[in-house]
């Protein structure tokens, strides 16, 4: 409170004299004004927390009887999803969100730890003034455009690479792959940023150039924030709807081959929520329980991997 | 059923009416508007359209969240029982689309069957070229495709393989862009882009629809609830008459309800 930037403002609306007598002293009006805003924000946080409890308690209330019918084992083993039949096997939809995830991990993490790389450590001031922004806005297009972008652009390429129509796992993870850079580079260039500068100093000294310094220091000394960088870059890869419905093909097949049309758990959800009634609506709901199981993992994951990296340091 | 937000005024004209319709996508060509100028024509009523489906529409008109459910397809058994009455306004045809491209211009029942059942695999084995056939498929909750599947599939099961894309104008683009790719989208929305072929030697045209010729077409339906009353009733016959019927469904593709009456069909 005793900064001397706060003093005009506590002051305000009371005695000036007061004001100007008594720095260290609290007004009422501040005191006031503290109490209002720490409950405030008290309010905001337990918003945050309410809606996420009451997502999951509603989705766990409108999903949990899947273990009735179609039964815990047709809905988690099943090999076939199709509602016209009344088959709910989630195997083929958890089989085709695993290898989308893992097509745009593959394609998706070196990227971004690249970007994060040159950022952090090889561009200048002014290119960094460049890039930075232009990563960022990345995260900030519309997951439909780049839905749009990919079945327009990228699914003949595709369709030319792998034959067949351009549907399926391979345009969906180079779009995921764009998707999840922003998110992995971002957090990336934290970490690298937080090595401690005498170490990356020490490196030098002792006569390695750039890239040993990068590759054997601080890549190892950053791994496991870049590790956390990936694992939300994942969840973001998850948990993408739209984009995905617009190029996977949206077929509840099991993966068969890179061009093939596949789809996801969330594809799915989208799909089919329009009409679904009964059992199949339920059998929605277990999908976004999966879904939200899948997040809390990752989030569980992160959170791990933070503590063994603070008890490390 | 119809919606009265007047507020216990009694004079003529003076409260909004509304009338909610809701269904099919096939539909919406001519719901939307003919909405629109029923709304015009009539002041003070709204027609409030939109297009989530048949199945959606006939629930919505059973559970009485809308006035008019809009369907592509006929009841099923277990609709029955609703007690919703049908009114038909128009026919459709469905159109085997393929790229212009594609040199096969007539494939039978059996072959377009065993093609979107995923048996017959390249266009060779149907007289075309050697060339791997990609099947677009619709959505489950499309009418559409409960429509192809009743009619053209019978027991067969689609091939799970198959794209399935959301909606007609992303079929059409799609095939019109892929040379191997075959679909199927109502008559009324086939353009230049993609070819429709002739199934069992009939091409899909008006005359062939309307005289029963061309074996892929149905009916396109309103359900109300009940006899419909009030606005909802005038709504329905403004669609049925010629102002709508030789205009908005003919612009639209599809054929007048009417057009068999006048063949003494």
Known sequence: MAEPGQTPDAGRGTDPSAAASGLKMMSRATYLREALLKNLFLV????????????????????????????????????????????????????????????????????????????SEIASPR??????????????????????FGLVILRPIVAEMTGGMGFGTLTASIILAVMIVPTIATLTEDALGSVPPGIREASYAMGATTWQTIYKVLLPAAKIGIIDATILGMGRAIGETMAVVMVAGNAPQFFKGLGAPIATLTSQIVIDMSYATGTHKTALFGLAIILFLISMGLVALVRALSRLNAKKA | ??????????????????????????????????????????????????????????????????????????????????????????????????????????????????????????????????????????????????????????????????????????????????????????????????????????????ETVVSGDYPVQRVLHFFTDGEPEGVAREYIDYVLSPAVQDTIVREAGFIPITAKEGLGG
Request: hydrophobic share 45%; with cysteine; proline share 4%.
């Open chain 1, 44 to 119: 905001c946080a337990v918003v945050a927390v309410a809606a996420v409890a009451l997502i999951f308690v509603f989705t766990m209330a409108r999903g949990w009887e899947v273990v009735k019918d179609p039964g815990l084992v047709a809905f988690l083993g099943g090999s076939e999803w199709s509602a016209t039949l009344g088959r709910f096997g989630i195997m083929p939809l958890v089989v085709g969100t695993l290898a989308i995830t893992i097509g745009s991990l593959v394609l998706g993490a070196p990227l971004a730890i690249g970007t994060a790389v040159f950022l």
């Open chain 1, 127 to 148: 290119m960094r003034a460049v890039v930075r922004p232009a990563v960022e806005m990345l995260a900030g297009v519309p997951s439909v455009v780049y839905g749009f």
């Open chain 2, 1 to 206: 059923m119809v919606t009265l937000t007047a507020s216990g005024c009694t004079s003529e004209g003076a409260g909004r009416t509304e009338v909610i319709v809701t269904g099919s996508t096939t539909l919406l060509p001519i719901t939307e508007v003919s909405g629109e100028m029923f709304s015009e024509e009539h002041e003070g009523t709204t027609v409030l359209v939109s297009g989530m489906g048949s199945s959606a529409g006939i629930e919505s008109v059973s559970t009485g969240s809308s006035d008019i459910g809009t369907s592509s397809r006929e009841l099923k058994e277990n609709e029955f029982e609703l007690g919703l009455v049908d009114t038909p306004v128009a026919y459709d045809a469905i159109a085997v689309i393929v790229h212009p491209d594609n040199p096969v211009r007539d494939l039978t029942t059996m072959e377009v069957r065993a093609i979107f059942a995923g048996v017959i695999t390249n266009w060779s084995q149907v007289g075309g070229p050697d060339l791997e056939i990609g099947i677009v498929n619709r959505d489950e909750a499309s009418g559409t495709r409960e429509a192809f599947l009743k009619i053209v599939m019978d027991d067969a099961q689609f091939d799970r393989g198959a794209v399935v894309l959301p909606g007609t104008g992303q079929v059409r683009s799609v095939i019109a862009d892929v040379k191997g790719a075959v679909g199927y989208i109502s008559l009324g929305f086939v353009t230049d882009d993609v070819r429709a072929v002739a199934i069992d030697g009939v091409v899909p045209t008006e």
